[in-house]
């Protein structure tokens, strides 16, 4: 039987954070792992060596968040720091860990840590579902170099994301601290992993084929033409709208999507910035050949998914040990001051099952229809485990 148990702090000093939300997650259970999520203010060795000498040997997952995590009791969101780690304990339940920096190589990198968290779990077979956190930049790469080890296993989890796209966000377990590469964890249990995985977006009739791309995430032309004329002629927005990061916010209520070859997901392409060749950076991979279909949602409907999303993650579970719940941060900013609707939604599935929700710059999931592994960008990746 597994149980799950929730800490965290708002203390100031890190290392007497990573203290207080170690001996409130962990005061009655012995736990085997715990998903930490955090404010980048924070030295995250310090808070992790903190969190290590309440609980030496609990393996440690996790990220940065995007200016505040939500726990059942509320946001926590404090200028100066905060920390919450969701910790799971079960006699059957065995996990392995695994973190590196990003080497030339990001496949070879996935590799590796696929390799090095078998071997912390002291398994020679696959697991059963994994969890990743990566910096945003290779997060594709990294899972094709994990599945070259481990096949096409079920995943979850979500970039390291920061308060201002600066690059501060880091990536972590309990013995590695990194900013540009990756973090995994390997879990083997017999009891039921549930991922809902989606953008919550309506489909419009605006759609194309990407002609032209740079690199794997520069769109350069859509229907061989400028990406962003295309984009701005579908949303009716002025070009001084989508030039810059101005575009960043303009296409959180209007992304763009690739579709599966079933159709049955929609992989939410979040458009970045706006360059002056009229190409657009873009959150995640693309392809020439396939097609990008603009996508739309109100702020109204950002939110209420919160709640459908948990709550049909809860019908494939019979009895919920946790919830870790993955929220994108871009999302976030466009809710702005209505956040609080978000925590009132997902505490009104949860109840009184333990839960964290980070913030982050891409989202990971499984969609069990078409049975793929896909990163994202503006997308809820919630996951639950049974008891």
């Given at each position: ?238 070009m001084e709208d989508v030039m810059g990061g101005k575009l960043l916010v303009s296409a959180i209520t209007n992304p763009l999507a690739v579709k599966d070859r079933l159709g049955d997901l929609a992989a939410i392409r979040h458009p970045m910035n706006g ?103 503006l997308m809820l990746s919630f996951t639950g485990i049974d008891e």
């Open positions: 039987m597994l149980k799950s148990k929730i800490g965290y702090s708002i203390l100031e000093n890190a290392y007497d954070a990573g203290v207080e939300t170690a001996k409130m997650a962990t005061s009655d259970i012995e736990g085997k792992i715990g998903f930490l999520y955090s404010s980048v203010v924070y030295d995250q060795e310090k808070l992790i060596q903190g969190i290590k000498s309440v609980s030496p040997d609990l393996k440690i997952v996790g990220c940065t968040t995007n200016g505040a995590v939500m726990v059942p009791s509320g946001i926590l969101d404090n200028p100066n720091g905060f920390a919450a780690l969701l910790v799971f304990a079960g006699e059957d339940l065995v996990v392995g860990t695994a973190a590196s920096d990003a080497m030339d190589d990001a496949r070879k990198t996935g590799r590796m840590v696929a390799m090095e968290a078998l071997k912390s779990a002291g398994k020679n077979i696959v697991p059963n579902y994994f969890y990743m956190s990566a910096a945003p930049a290779q997060e594709e790469f990294f899972v094709k170099g994990i599945q070259d080890v481990i096949g096409r296993v079920p995943f979850f989890g979500g970039s390291g994301a920061d308060n201002d796209l600066s690059g501060k966000w880091s990536m972590f377990n309990e013995n590695k601290v990194t900013k540009d590469g990756v973090t995994v964890a390997f879990f083997y249990t017999k009891e039921t992993i549930a991922t809902t995985y989606t953008g919550a977006y309506h489909e419009t009739s605006d759609m194309g084929v990407i002609t032209k791309v740079n690199g794997n995430r520069q769109l350069m032309e859509i229907n061989n033409q400028p990406a962003l004329d295309v984009y701005s002629k579908w949303c009716n927005y002025n360059n002056e060749d009229k190409s657009m950076n873009i959150g995640n991979q693309l392809a020439v050949g396939t097609a990008v279909v603009r996508m739309t949602a109100t702020v109204d409907e950002l939110i209420g998914a919160t709640k459908t999303t948990l709550e049909e993650t809860k019908k494939s579970l019979k009895n919920p040990a946790g919830y870790m719940l993955i929220h994108c941060g871009g999302r976030k900013i466009a809710i702005g001051n209505r956040i609080n609707e978000v925590y009132q939604n997902i505490k009104s599935v949860a109840g009184d099952v333990p839960f964290v929700v980070a913030f982050t710059f891409g989202e990971y999931g499984y969609s069990k229809d078409c049975q793929v592994n896909t990163c994202g960008g």
